[in-house]
């Protein structure tokens, strides 16, 4: 499995911004899907943090606190594609967002990142005040 990630930019503080995640690469074999497709983000000097997971089957979503009530994560699984709408955007928002997937496993923690073992290149999300 291949991820991209798009649709970070310049907002102000306010906007809105939906980010996409293509995941590409994938087998008509469902035990090869993912288990969950989460968004982490990462600002200068900051530790990569969780952001929002989906499942890959199924529909329940995972947010951090700090998104939740202004994040809708969303999956069209005809498009591949997971998409993080993200409203009232705060200049704390500003990072690196990376779209990553957890591969099937016993255990799987949508917060831990190190689960992930799929990868985009992130886009950058800029709020200025």
């Known amino acids: 499995v291949q991820l991209q990630a798009s649709g970070g930019g310049l907002v102000q503080t306010g906007d809105s911004l939906r980010l996409s995640c293509l995941l590409s690469a994938l087998t008509s074999n469902p035990a090869s899907s993912p288990a969950v497709v989460g968004w982490f983000r990462q600002a200068p000097g900051k530790d990569r943090e969780f952001v929002a997971a989906?499942?890959?089957?199924?529909?329940?979503?995972f947010y951090a606190d700090s998104v939740e009530g202004r994040s809708t994560i969303s999956r069209d699984n005809a498009k591949n594609t997971v998409y993080l709408q993200m409203n009232s955007l705060k200049p704390e928002d500003a990072a690196v967002y990376y779209c990553?997937?957890?591969?099937?496993?016993?255990?799987?923690?949508?917060?831990?990142?190190?689960?992930?073992?799929?990868w985009g290149r992130g886009t950058q999300v800029t709020v200025s005040s």
């Open positions: 990553a997937a957890h591969p099937q496993t016993a255990t799987v923690v949508v917060e831990d990142a190190r689960g992930y073992d799929r």
């Open positions: 989906i499942r890959w089957i199924g529909s329940r979503t």
